[in-house]
């Protein structure tokens, strides 16, 4: 027996299935493999070979060209047709070239003769798994990247929206019911196609209700159809936007604004997953995932007897809560980017770029708006610039506005000081203060540690400088 490969280090060894149907050739292969610490399992046929395939997962097939049953060729292009990455060492009979090049042709990784070598058997099995599992942590890996860091068009290296990456990604697979909370503007209908597109029902219909938008009458008749005569304008049978989305997502932006008979009807259809057509009797059955956005206080609602609290904790089965913009200034820079190359594709434009001054009045300016309001400032920069750089003068008079409070600490135009150097300094470390704690969520410690100073030291120039300290709740995930 060969001494272990150099080639099957721990992380190389996986598992083997040997389809063969040769008594003596499998347990030789068993034996091999099995001291060279590989998982072994093995057939006679080429059924039972594909029982064993359908029952779990394997790292490298070795199969016979001659099976009792079908033809190992014949059985290789079915296992291709389910799965292409799966290397295949076909085992043929010595000097047959013929079956050698047609096992290739067929998809077969690659072929080994009997009789073989068991160290350079050892080796190619130890390189094709090797292979095999950096070509699967290259795919993760990739699938990682573009989930942390572009979802559809959702944009951000922040730690908070880092964070709702990492929550977009374990939950679109499921079919939990999420409520999407932040400010208008924030991006709340992003972030639900952006769970629609990467959960199993990306292939099927994302339908977007705007609830706040409509009557009571019109919405209900949207959302679950009519029977013809159910009203004086049914001249007809028309299907609600439910029956639409069966196996699809269905989106409700501001779920706040429903009524509450409205509201009734909802938890039905998502406790029951069926509803009935307006002026009908018959029971449609649907499947539909829910996502719903507020840029208001549910709880606060239901508190007030506006929202009914059953069909709040309905909804709120996970929770994500969406920064404004002004708790997540480093991502500006990068927001703007994108819309730059957006905004100048679209009109044909040579790229743009804010220059230091017009960049550091964005990242001053706490964009109430969120970033449909910095996205309306950048398309409005790409039009009116007549150069590359884009200057102050060409961003909005709010955005302007709200940079000039910083001057009013400085020299006035006739010379004379508004403050005195002391009272400069201190605005300013005032200011650098409570922009970190507004990023830290209030947490003192966290910004005691960016700052890497004590957080005695923290502590006192906050009381010094007569800072206040306000602690954000988190949203809940669950």
Same mark, same amino acid.
């Given at each position: 027996?060969?001494?272990?490969?150099?080639?099957?280090?721990?992380?190389?060894?996986?598992?083997?299935?040997?389809?063969?149907?040769?008594?003596?050739?499998?347990?030789?292969?068993?034996?091999?493999?099995?001291?060279?610490?590989?998982?072994? +399992?093995?057939? $006679?046929?080429?059924?039972?070979?594909?029982?064993?395939?359908?029952?779990?997962?394997?790292?490298?097939?070795?199969?016979?060209?001659?099976?009792?049953?079908?033809?190992?060729?014949?059985?290789?292009?079915?296992?291709?047709?389910?799965? $292409?990455? *799966?290397?295949? &060492?076909?085992?043929?009979?010595?000097?047959? #070239?013929?079956?050698?090049?047609?096992?290739?042709? %067929?998809?077969?990784?690659?072929?080994?003769?009997?009789?073989?070598?068991?160290?350079? &058997?050892?080796?190619?099995?130890?390189?094709?798994?090797?292979?095999?599992?950096?070509?699967?942590?290259?795919?993760?890996?990739?699938?990682?990247?573009?989930?942390?860091? !572009?979802?559809?068009?959702?944009?951000?290296?922040?730690?908070?929206?880092?964070?709702?990456?990492?929550?977009?990604?374990?939950?679109?697979?499921?079919?939990?019911?999420?409520?999407?909370?932040?400010?208008?503007?924030?991006?709340? /209908?992003?972030?639900?196609?952006?769970?629609?597109?990467?959960?199993?029902?990306?292939?099927?219909?994302?339908?977007?209700?705007?609830?706040? +938008?409509?009557?009571?009458?019109?919405?209900?008749?949207? *959302? @679950?159809?009519?029977?013809?005569?159910?009203?004086? !304008?049914? #001249?007809?049978?028309?299907?609600?936007? @439910?029956?639409?989305?069966?196996?699809?997502?269905?989106?409700?932006?501001?779920?706040?604004?429903?009524?509450?008979?409205?509201?009734?009807?909802?938890?039905?259809?998502?406790?029951?997953?069926? @509803?009935?057509?307006?002026?009908?009797?018959?029971?449609?059955?649907?499947?539909?995932?829910?996502?719903?956005?507020?840029?208001?206080?549910?709880?606060?609602?239901?508190?007030?007897?506006?929202?009914?609290?059953?069909?709040?904790?309905?909804?709120?089965?996970?929770?994500?809560?969406?920064?404004?913009?002004?708790?997540?200034?480093?991502?500006?820079?990068?927001?703007?980017?994108? @819309?730059?190359?957006?905004?100048?594709? /679209? %009109?044909?434009?040579?790229?743009?770029?804010?220059?230091?001054? =017009?960049?550091?009045?964005?990242?001053?300016?706490?964009?109430?708006?969120?970033?449909?309001?910095?996205?309306?400032?950048?398309?409005?920069?790409?039009? &009116?610039?007549?150069? $590359?750089?884009?200057?102050?003068?060409?961003?909005?008079?709010?955005?302007?506005? /709200?940079?000039?409070?910083?001057?009013?600490?400085?020299? =006035?135009?006739?010379?004379?000081?508004?403050?005195?150097?002391?009272?400069? &300094?201190?605005?300013?470390?005032?200011?650098?203060?409570?922009?970190?704690?507004?990023?830290?969520?209030?947490?003192?410690?966290?910004?005691?540690?960016?700052?890497?100073?004590?957080? !005695?030291?923290?502590?006192?120039?906050?009381?010094?400088?007569?800072?206040? #300290?306000?602690?954000?709740?988190?949203?809940?995930?669950?």
């Amino acid at each position: 027996m060969p001494e272990p490969s150099a080639e099957l280090s721990p992380e190389t060894r996986g598992s083997v299935l040997v389809i063969d149907d040769e008594p003596e050739l499998r347990e030789s292969l068993e034996t091999l493999l099995r001291m060279e610490g590989f998982e072994v +399992s093995s057939a $006679a046929t080429a059924e039972a070979g594909l029982a064993r395939l359908s029952k779990k997962p394997f790292d490298l097939l070795l199969l016979d060209v001659a099976l009792p049953d079908r033809s190992g060729l014949d059985l290789l292009r079915e296992i291709r047709a389910n799965d $292409a990455a *799966l290397p295949v &060492l076909m085992i043929t009979a010595y000097g047959s #070239v013929e079956n050698a090049v047609d096992a290739m042709r %067929n998809g077969a990784t690659n072929y080994i003769t009997k009789p073989w070598d068991n160290e350079r &058997l050892l080796a190619e099995i130890g390189s094709l798994i090797h292979g095999r599992r950096l070509a699967e942590e290259n795919r993760e890996l990739k699938r990682t990247l573009k989930q942390r860091y !572009s979802f559809s068009q959702i944009i951000g290296k922040s730690e908070p929206m880092l964070k709702i990456f990492d929550l977009i990604a374990q939950v679109a697979p499921s079919r939990a019911t999420i409520l999407i909370q932040g400010e208008s503007g924030t991006g709340k /209908e992003l972030i639900a196609k952006a769970i629609h597109a990467n959960s199993p029902r990306a292939e099927q219909l994302f339908v977007p209700v705007n609830t706040g +938008s409509m009557p009571v009458d019109l919405l209900e008749s949207t *959302l @679950f159809g009519h029977v013809r005569g159910a009203f004086t !304008s049914a #001249v007809s049978s028309k299907k609600g936007l @439910f029956e639409v989305a069966d196996r699809g997502t269905i989106f409700f932006d501001e779920i706040g604004t429903v009524g509450l008979e409205t509201q009734t009807k909802l938890l039905r259809v998502i406790q029951e997953r069926e @509803f009935m057509h307006l002026g009908g009797t018959d029971t449609i059955k649907v499947d539909v995932r829910i996502l719903a956005a507020t840029n208001s206080d549910l709880l606060r609602h239901v508190q007030e007897g506006k929202f009914r609290e059953d069909l709040y904790y309905r909804l709120n089965v996970i929770a994500i809560h969406l920064p404004p913009l002004r708790e997540r200034k480093e991502d500006i820079p990068l927001l703007v980017e994108h @819309f730059f190359q957006k905004y100048c594709a /679209e %009109n044909s434009k040579p790229p743009r770029r804010f220059s230091p001054e =017009a960049m550091q009045l964005l990242l001053d300016y706490d964009w109430p708006g969120n970033v449909r309001e910095l996205e309306n400032t950048v398309e409005r920069a790409v039009i &009116l610039a007549p150069a $590359a750089d884009v200057g102050p003068d060409l961003l909005p008079e709010n955005v302007l506005r /709200e940079g000039k409070k910083y001057w009013r600490f400085f020299p =006035a135009p006739n010379g004379q000081t508004q403050a005195s150097l002391f009272e400069i &300094l201190d605005e300013c470390e005032r200011r650098i203060i409570s922009d970190m704690l507004e990023r830290t969520r209030g947490n003192q410690t966290d910004a005691a540690e960016r700052f890497q100073v004590p957080l !005695s030291t923290l502590n006192q120039k906050i009381k010094r400088l007569n800072i206040e #300290v306000k602690k954000k709740r988190e949203g809940n995930s669950h």
